[in-house]
Every structure is written in C-alpha cells, then in structure tokens.
C-alpha cells in the first residue's frame, strides 16, 4: 500500500539551529500539505502545494518557516532559527488533487526544541 | 470560539461497549466531514468520510452529519482495545484546508 514518506521521525535541536523535514508523497499525488501538531492538539495547516505551487501559506510564520516542492514531487520544509515554541509533530500529507478532500498522512517528525 | 470543538476526553469505556464520539462547529459552510484515527506517535489515518448531511456506515463504524445542528458524531459498535486511540474530526469547504478538531482520546478495556 503506497504511504507519505517521512523523516526524520524524531529530531531534537537547540534553539536558534537550524532543522529541515523531508516528506514525500504518494506517487501521483498533486496536492501536498505540511501540517503541525501541537501534543493535544489537532493538526494546524501551516502550508499547501499544488503540483510546484504554494496554493496556501497563510498560516506559516515566515520569518522563521520556508517551505518548497521544486519538481512538483517531495517536498521540504526548513525552521531557521528553531524557537522552544516550535516543538511538536509536523505531519505532512497528500491528496490526489485540490479537490480531493482525502488526505494521506505520514507518520510525521517530531520536533523537539531545548 | 474555535472553528470546530471537540471534547478531549480522555474516554474509557469497556470492551464491547458502543461509543460515541461528537463534534460541533460553527460555520455553516463546511460541507466535508471526515473521522480520522490517530495512535500515539502516528499520523491520523482516514475513518470515514461524508459529503453533506446524512449517515454512512462501515463495518462497525458508522458517521453521522446534522448539518441543522452543526454536529457530527462517529459511533463505534462492539469496541475493542485495538481501537485505543485518538480520534479527529476534521471539516472543510471544499478545496480548502481542513479543519480539525482537538481530538478525543478513547482508551477500551479488556
């Protein structure tokens, strides 16, 4: 059964590094989302991709997040400088196209920030 | 006032027990409804998935959407400790992001 791939699956950093997560999707998938979760929280969409383009990022902080899908394929997604408040689980995930409401999650990394 | 509420539990029921699992939300131009399970240190994974108002069914599971009253639930029949987990609910628009609830953690005892 295809799955999102993702790593790493955990990361521990110092604040102020710098820390990059991998995802790749389910081959075919157009969409791809990059989700955080705060422990005990849902999930919170902090970017989403069609094909190579950012179709939302209203909810990543910019001055600290960048994310990228260059080939419209796998996709990465950077904090630089890591901030304590940062610490949780990033999940990406990825539907078949922009209509699709089916997500597919990853197992996701989680982050933890000292 | 969050979008979607949910009740964070924790909720233990016995094995064999049917439970019921809610969710409320507040804008009335959500029209996707989706269950996802989710176990510790894992991504969610998709339970169920309804377009608009109604019931759909599936195996043990069964989703329930009343769009009148902004509420949706996911009923569990004869629950076993494999469906220890935590449970999301999760709306949208329609080509729009997903929103999700804040989880309601179920444990089933043997």
């Known amino acids: 059964e295809a799955e999102v791939a993702q790593s790493p699956r955990y990361k521990i950093t110092e604040k102020s590094q710098a820390v990059a997560f991998w995802c790749d999707p389910i081959?075919?998938?157009?969409?791809l989302y990059w989700y955080r979760q705060i422990l005990g929280q849902g999930p919170e969409l902090l970017v989403q991709f069609q094909d190579e383009s950012v179709v939302d990022d209203s909810q990543l902080p910019k001055d600290r997040f960048s994310a990228e899908r260059l080939k419209g394929v796998d996709s990465t997604l950077k904090i630089q400088p890591a901030e304590l408040g940062d610490s949780a689980m990033y999940l990406c995930?990825?539907?078949?196209?922009?209509?699709?409401?089916?997500?597919?999650f990853g197992s996701g990394t989680q982050l933890s920030v000292l | 006032q969050k979008e979607v509420e949910q009740d964070p539990g924790p909720l233990s029921v016995p094995e064999g027990a049917i439970v019921s699992l809610n969710c409320t939300y507040s804008?009335?131009?959500?029209?996707?409804f989706m269950w996802y399970r989710q176990y510790s240190r894992k991504g969610p994974e998709l339970l169920m998935y309804t377009y608009s108002s109604g019931n759909k069914e599936d195996g043990r599971f069964t989703a329930q959407v009343d769009k009148s009253s902004k509420y949706i639930s996911l009923f569990i029949r004869d629950s076993q400790p494999s469906d220890s987990a935590t449970y999301l609910c999760?709306?949208?628009?329609?080509?729009?992001?997903?929103?999700f609830g804040q989880g309601t953690r179920l444990t089933i005892n043997p």
């Open positions: 081959s075919g998938h157009a969409t």
């Open positions: 995930a990825s539907s078949q196209d922009r209509g699709d409401e089916k997500l597919f």
């Open positions: 804008n009335s131009a959500f029209q996707y």
């Open positions: 999760a709306m949208s628009m329609g080509a729009q992001k997903l929103v």
